[in-house]
């Protein structure tokens, strides 16, 4: 419905069944326990929840909230996605389409796992990361259950799954505090009882300061990035917190507060609250320390390259996210200020196009080689280095071994219920100004990808062979991403200017990839 197409018409005794039922709950609710507030959900991002039954008549005044399970797992919270998060963007969109009211979303007492092993390198540091900012975001949607996790890992065989192994402290009986336990504990220090004020512009949709009013009546803003790091000039002054406790007072009478955050939150408490926001410089280290390692192997010329979409990538349906669709593109060599002679590509958001344009269809356009690219050696990863727009959507590699079989970053089908690749974002724009963005090729060598399912799921044979990478191997294309409206924590924004620039491809040789770690 929300794309604007007609609603499947294969289960409506199902649709009927799930009515009934919706309606029969929410009476009795309403008469006999008129205080309480009906949930519908607990199943992903809870999509069907309200879609399914209200096709087949449910009332929507029953429902109060739209239940949020939303598994996440390794997908950052900020990226949409129907598994994580913002996936609840799809939901609420959904249900007011059906109903014709906004209904707010809530979280389950299934709500997020994330389960530290399955998350890198630093994996404690990420999963303390991840859980502070889906508190933060659960708190700017005024959820009343805030729960990301559980709070000890399973001692029994449970542990082995990707949910028993979600805890903020380890098994019994040791049960040792993880920094996922230091950092709610801080945040909660820092924002118990709070209230949500507003989202203050940053100049930015992946670096975010949230304001909330404590219970004191003092204010406490939350800093942090969708990548990297950020310098920060605050019209304010208060005491800083870090994400583990640190505190230290920042601002003045006649001086602006200077912070730097990232992937860890920072907290601002103050008397009065911030009057501007203003990105003073950005930073990517695991990024660069990824391209540092690596080699160019080729620069971006419009004589050099052919560019149209490759009609493999597009989607064949519109159960999960990506929704991607081929755009019309230009492309045109430019010069740089910072980076030099690169090549910049353009969507043209005037063309027609053969699809209903929402915030829900990611638009793309394949920039191809006319001689492929060869890679001596193998390769741990492929990277990119672009100028982002924080629009979120991603880039996708084309490579061919040396058997001649062609490897493309495609989205995977319904297997697993929603789409598997790169659940991370290492391929996403979700930055403003040059970044670089890559893909790893192997899985268990160096422990590096962490998106769920085996190599062949995130690099999808498209020529038949035996579905392994054989060595060296050619870089034949790039596809490029764009979504018109950028996802937000709140919603979406126009992308002003949705356009990409490319300056380089590169690639990691598979010996230098040990001992770096994954942001």
């Known amino acids: 419905e929300i794309l604007g197409l007609a609603a499947p018409t294969n289960d409506v ?46 009332n929507p005044d029953y429902y109060d909230l739209l239940g949020m399970e939303i598994p996440s797992q390794t997908i950052t919270p900020e990226r949409l996605h129907d598994f994580g998060f913002l996936g609840q963007n799809v939901t609420k969109a959904a249900a007011k389409k059906l109903s014709g009211r906004d ?61 028993g192994v979600g805890g903020i402290v380890h098994r019994s009986p040791y049960v040792y505090p993880k920094k996922s336990y230091l950092a709610y504990a801080v945040l909660t220090k820092v924002m118990d009882g709070v209230k949500f004020v507003r989202e203050i512009p940053t100049g930015s949709t992946t670096v975010y300061a ?43 009478w006649f001086s602006d507060a200077e912070l730097t955050c990232s992937g860890a939150p920072v907290y601002v408490i103050s008397k009065k609250p911030c009057k501007s926001v203003a990105i003073a410089a950005r930073r990517f280290p695991a990024d660069a320390a990824l391209a540092a390692a690596g080699k160019p192997v080729a620069e971006f010329s419009a004589a050099d390259v052919t560019v149209a979409p490759d009609p493999e990538m597009e989607s064949q349906h519109h159960d999960f996210l990506p929704i991607l669709k081929p755009g019309v593109f230009t492309a045109k060599d430019v010069v740089d200020p910072e980076e030099g002679a690169c090549l910049e590509l353009t969507l043209d958001t005037g063309a027609k196009t053969p699809f209903p344009v929402t915030e829900f269809v990611t638009e793309y356009t394949t920039v191809r080689f006319r001689k492929p690219v060869e890679i001596p050696g193998a390769a ?45 974002g290492y391929t996403a724009l979700s930055f403003d100004g040059w970044g ?27 020529t038949g062979g035996d579905k392994q990478i054989t060595w060296p191997v050619k870089l034949r294309a790039v596809t490029v991403c764009v979504n018109r409206y950028k996802p937000t924590i709140l919603g979406f924004e126009k992308t002003e200017m949705p356009k990409v620039l490319l300056k380089r491809a ?14």
């Open 103 to 163: 209904i707010p979303s809530g979280g389950c007492y299934e709500f997020i796992y994330r389960a530290e092993r399955d998350l890198g390198a630093d994996s404690e540091e990420v999963q303390a990361e991840f859980h502070a900012r889906d508190l933060l975001i659960s708190l700017m949607n005024s959820y009343t259950l805030t729960a990301p996790g559980v709070l000890f890992d399973c001692r029994n065989a449970y542990c082995n799954t990707i949910w």
């Open 13 to 58: 005794a199902r649709e009927r069944k799930l009515a009934a039922y919706v309606n029969e709950v929410g009476r009795i609710c309403r008469k006999h326990f008129p205080n309480l507030k009906i949930q519908f959900g607990n199943s992903n991002a809870g999509i069907g929840a309200p879609t399914v039954p209200m096709r087949g008549g449910a």
């Open 380 to 424: 741990a990863l492929f990277g990119l280095r672009v100028k982002g727009n924080s629009n979120g959507a991603q880039v996708r590699f084309e490579i061919e071994d040396a058997e001649g079989e062609v490897f493309k970053g495609l989205s995977t089908g319904k297997s697993w219920g929603c789409d598997i690749y790169d659940w991370p």
């Open 436 to 462: 670089d963005v890559y893909q790893y090729t192997d899985r268990n060598d160096y422990g590096l990808i962490i998106s769920p399912g085996p190599r062949d799921e995130q690099w999808v044979s498209s």
């Open 506 to 519: 590169w690639s990691v040789p598979a010996k230098a990839a040990c001992g770096l770690t994954s942001p």
């Open 210 to 252: 949230a304001e909330f009013v404590r219970k004191d009546g003092r204010y406490a803003t939350a800093f942090w990035c969708a990548r990297g790091e950020a310098d920060l000039v605050c019209d304010m002054s208060g005491e800083l917190w870090t994400m583990y406790g640190r505190r230290t007072s920042v601002g003045g």
